[in-house]
């Protein structure tokens, strides 16, 4: 797990030291799940279809490349991305299950964690992924070379 308390004494128990439950400090956590929940949906969603934004902003070729390599590495290895660690620590310090009940987890959590995500269906989102990219990296590369022709 990602231990992300700064004290020694909240290393050991990150509640206050007289056991009462911090309503407070519990519901920021559960808010840090669900904003690393949805900037995970945001990457995939941009992982996926970024290569449609160069139509309008070119130089993200630099940021989308490697956020493609990325999610292509994640799904071709069977890793697990760090922000799904991120999200289930902040979960669990709210006193929550892996996936809470909140209207973000309960809308996008099936999307980001499919039931039944068996290998075989990393393949395919892994084909997805490409092939989804390869069309919108074609269709960028043709404009590109159809402006840069001379008028006839």
Known sequence: MINICLRKRDAVNPWP?????NQGQLMWYALAADA????HFVFIAFALLGSLLLFKWPRLVWVHLPA???AAYVEI???ICPLTGFENQYRHLAGESTYG???ITHYLGPIIYP???TR?????ALGVLLTV???GYGLYIHRRRRRALPAA
């Open 120 to 124: 075989g269906w990393a393949f395919f």
């Open 133 to 135: 990219n390869l069309i």
């Open 115 to 117: 039931p039944n995500f």
């Open 101 to 103: 009940e909140g209207f």
């Open 68 to 70: 493609v390599a990325w």
């Open 77 to 79: 290895n069977g890793r």
């Open 17 to 21: 030291p007289d056991g009462q439950n």
């Open 36 to 39: 690393v929940m949805l900037i």
